[in-house]
């Protein structure tokens, strides 16, 4: 989640930066793709990052939850069986 808002903070900045110096010097393509990099890789690694967290989570809640119905499955078929 950090990485996702400093990505949008710096985004914008480098926005009002080429805003603010678009009169006072030509930005070529290639400086405009380099200064945007940073900032769109910082959002997308903390977008990876937080699906990624999700998915463990999610993986986690499966495998408790079937582990919770075995060990019902088991203690069912225990009291019948005693």
Known sequence: MILIIMGTILTIYKCV??????EKKEYSLIDKIDSFTIPISFILAGLFLFIFDIAIF?????????????????????????
């Open 58 to 82: 999610i993986w986690l809640f499966i495998i408790v939850l079937v582990e919770k119905i075995i060990i019902f499955i088991i203690k069912k078929n225990w009291k019948n069986k005693g």
């Open 17 to 22: 930066d080429f805003v603010k110096n678009k």
